[in-house]
Nanobody
Framework: HVQLVESGGGSVQAGGSQKLSCQVSGSTARRLCMGWFRQIPGKEREAVARIDINDRPQYAGSLEGRVAIFRDNAKNTLYLQMSSLTPEDTAKYYC???????????????????WGQGTQVTVS
């Protein structure tokens, strides 16, 4: 059973950076398609980035160009490095995992059966 636990959220000033982590247990991270989504209350969950089993990243949404997704296989951990943050980036960020990335296709949340509990990022 895959379990994902996010960390690294918190408060950050506009223009600053934040690095989120997602610890994977119950499976090997490098064998999973893994991604980050975010959600603002009252809005739909938005795709941010994903990384496939070959460590190829794909970015989506308004964070594209300001974010990097990468994986430390030795630590079985996924990361999201964000920079030049604005108050509009305030959201709860979720780590997600699934068996396949469906290369070339948009990131749909229903393709990810495993989810973390989320970590809040507040930019002010």
């Amino acid at each position: 059973h895959v379990q994902l636990v996010e960390s690294g959220g918190g408060s950050v000033q506009a223009g600053g950076s934040q690095k989120l982590s997602c610890q994977v247990s119950g499976s090997t991270a490098r064998r999973l398609c893994m991604g980050w989504f975010r959600q603002i209350p009252g809005k739909e969950r938005e795709a941010v980035a994903r990384i496939d089993i070959n460590d190829r990243p794909q970015y989506a949404g308004s964070l594209e160009g300001r974010v990097a997704i990468f994986r430390d296989n030795a630590k079985n951990t996924l990361y999201l490095q964000m920079s030049s943050l604005t108050p509009e980036d305030t959201a709860k960020y979720y780590c997600a995992a699934g068996p396949e990335c469906f290369s070339g296709a948009p990131m749909f949340s229903y393709n990810y059966p495993y989810w973390g509990q989320g970590t809040q990022v507040t930019v002010s």
